[in-house]
């Protein structure tokens, strides 16, 4: 499930310029972390539910990439 | 009292007195036409030059591209012409708000995404610009956190309410979440006016923040839900609700998501759509109106009382799409798209989004095998950040409709 989160993340952080990364960390927070703002998370949302049906922002708010692991384990 | 903090900027790190402030205006020889800067403050300066010294500004987004400015039919030649002016010294705030609200009829001119595809320009003059605007002893106070984009309508708002009450102003607008938090606290802030979606984002929230005693929300659809969670963590806030436009500023503040229609010689209600008469409208583009006195708002309502006449907002009649606060219009980003050689036909939409209110979505028929990326850099010399579709699909066709219309649902 990490692998094609980070593949989303690196679809979204190119859509906007930033660098690919190898690896992504529970801890990494989505907005200092991993730069995005309120576009990109929004971006986010609809290529995380396009790929697992679920809206990560539907039941409150989604700060870490632990935050939307837990979400998708649901 | 010229010690008070005028403004506070995170991107350039700086902070500037009132007492600064001053010192610039006295020092100002050859003022711009134009105003087309990055710097939160330089732009401050430039309004308020403008102002004082009754010279007429045109006022353009920072992010505008070379195309979208050809569009505005500006000369780019001309956005460094300057005028003259002899700077009279000013001593003191109050002096310098005497001056300025002394200059009722000074223009300024902005910008808005018309509903046709081709922007259009509105002219304010300082007396409709701070309509709404109130000035008082008991806002003396005050400390304004600024969330909006300086050059737009609302953003206007919130600094002319704050600088002819000589408050400080503390700029959020696109700060990181915890930069805003940490300013609302260490700044003490006081007043805050910004989008829904602006507020969204600060979640979640973990602290109490009781220096806030108002925040306003405006710029998209009102959202109940939202400002109930508000409540619980600015525990000392009013809640209001605005409803304002590029073309007649600020012109009705709701409960909640219910509008009161106290005067029917500015504002009537015709077949659900909320019309403005012109006498609240800035100098612009005037073939919209009907019978010569009637602005269509393009705002569907829904009328839930008929004496006094109450109603809440319902939908855009028009196709523009609300992204957080911002409206792009479908058909100019269409335009920009089909400009690519490698695009045969495109199709934009907004799709619901929790985040933004809506999201760009564009479908795409290209048989030249270009990528999401390609397009997308392509759009990036062309149109201002929040127009470029963050989604794009490319499909094999694209529905039409029997008038050869893109089908719009």
């Known amino acids: 499930m990490l692998d094609k989160l980070l593949e989303i993340v690196n679809t979204v952080r190119n859509n906007k310029g930033l660098a690919t990364l190898s690896d992504l960390k529970p801890s990494q927070d989505l907005r200092n972390d991993l730069g995005f703002d309120s576009l990109d998370l929004a971006e986010l949302t609809v290529r995380i539910e396009k790929e697992y049906g679920i809206d990560i922002f539907a039941d409150g708010f989604a700060l870490t990439v632990s935050d939307i692991l837990a979400k998708l384990a649901k | ?60 987004d920072a992010d505008f591209s070379y195309e979208e400015l050809q569009k505005l039919r500006i ?41 046709t595809g081709i922007p259009k320009s509105v002219t304010h003059t300082f007396k409709s610009l701070t309509r709404a605007v109130r000035i008082s002893s008991r806002h003396a106070d005050d400390v304004w956190g600024f ?34 938090l940490d300013f609302i606290t260490s700044f003490q802030i006081t007043n805050i006016s910004a989008t829904p979606t602006f507020y969204r984002l600060l979640f979640p929230l973990t ?56 005067d029917e010689n500015c504002y009537r209600i015709v077949e659900n759509e ?55 219009n479908p058909l100019e980003v269409e335009e920009n798209i089909c400009i690519h050689h490698a695009v045969k036909q495109a199709y934009v939409y907004g799709k619901p989004n929790i985040l933004l209110g809506n999201i760009i979505i564009a479908d795409i028929v290209s048989d030249a095998g270009i990528t999401e990326k390609e397009l997308r850099d392509f759009l990036q010399s062309r149109l201002q950040p929040y127009k470029i579709p963050r989604i794009m699909n490319f499909v094999s066709f694209i529905e039409l409709t029997r008038s050869g219309k893109l089908k719009r649902t």
Request: hydrophobic share 40%; proline share 2%; net charge negative.
């Open chain 2, 1 to 60: 009292m010229p010690d008070k903090i005028f403004l506070h900027d995170y991107k350039s790190g700086k902070r500037y007195t009132y007492r600064q402030l001053l010192e610039d205006l006295n020092a100002v020889s050859d003022l711009e036409r134009y105003c087309y800067k990055q710097d939160l403050y330089a732009i401050f300066l430039a309004i308020i030059a403008a102002n004082l010294y009754q010279i007429d500004l045109v006022l353009l």
């Open chain 2, 75 to 115: 000369d780019a030649t001309k956005l460094c012409e300057k005028e003259h002016v002899n700077a009279s010294f000013i001593n003191t705030i109050d002096e310098l708000v005497g001056r300025l609200t002394g200059n009722q009829d000074w223009e300024l001119t902005l910008f808005t995404s018309g509903t």
């Open chain 2, 147 to 180: 969330a909006y984009n300086p050059t737009h309508i609302a953003g206007l708002q919130v600094f002319y309410q704050a600088l002819l009450n000589g408050n400080t102003l503390i700029n959020l607008f696109s700060a990181a979440r915890h930069t805003v």
């Open chain 2, 207 to 262: 602290e109490l923040y009781p220096s806030v005693k108002r925040l306003t929300s405006g710029g998209e659809k009102f959202d109940g839900a939202l400002s109930e969670k508000l409540l619980d963590f600015f525990p000392n806030a009013k809640l209001r609700n605005i409803y304002a436009s590029t073309e007649a500023g600020t012109m009705l503040e709701g409960v909640g998501d219910i509008f009161v229609l106290n």
């Open chain 2, 274 to 328: 909320l019309y403005v008469h012109r006498s609240l409208l800035g100098k612009g583009d005037t073939t919209s109106l009907e019978d010569d006195e009637w602005y269509p708002t393009g705002d569907l309502v829904e009328l839930i009382q008929e004496d006094p006449k109450k109603f809440r907002f319902l939908q855009r009649k028009n196709e523009m799409i609300n992204v957080g606060g911002y409206k792009v």
